[in-house]
């Protein structure tokens, strides 16, 4: 079973920078790709960034040069730096964790954690 307890949104004026955090607690689990979807108002969940175990990322097109995934395998959590934040980028932000145990892969999300941009 994984749990994964997202932290560090809030509200933020255009330009400005934000950091999410998102730690993993595993039981008998081991962590593959974790990565961040983001869901606006009347819009479908979205991918942000994903990062492999191995650290190779992947960006959406609308947030490449501005945010910046990585990870901390020993820790279990991922983060993603969010600079030159814009209006559009207003979201509720989901973790997301692959687990692997014996009965086979699993996705896991986080609660989410709500990321304002003013303009």
């Known amino acids: 079973q994984v749990q994964l307890v997202e932290s560090g949104g809030g509200l933020v004026q255009a330009g400005g920078s934000l950091r999410l955090s998102c730690a993993a607690s595993?039981?008998?689990?081991?962590?593959?790709?974790m990565g961040w979807y983001r869901q606006a108002p009347g819009k479908q969940r979205e991918l942000v960034a994903t990062?492999?175990?191995?650290?190779?990322?992947n960006y959406a097109d609308s947030v490449k040069g501005r945010f910046t995934i990585s990870r901390d395998n020993a820790k279990n959590t991922v983060y993603l730096q969010m600079n030159s934040l814009k209006p559009e980028d207003t979201a509720v932000y989901y973790c997301?964790?692959?687990?692997?145990?014996?009965?086979?892969?699993?996705?896991?999300w986080g609660q989410g954690t709500q990321v304002t941009v003013s303009s």
């Open positions: 990062i492999t175990s191995g650290s190779t990322t």
């Open positions: 595993v039981s008998k689990s081991s962590i593959r790709d």
């Open positions: 997301y964790a692959e687990a692997e145990d014996v009965g086979g892969r699993f996705d896991n």
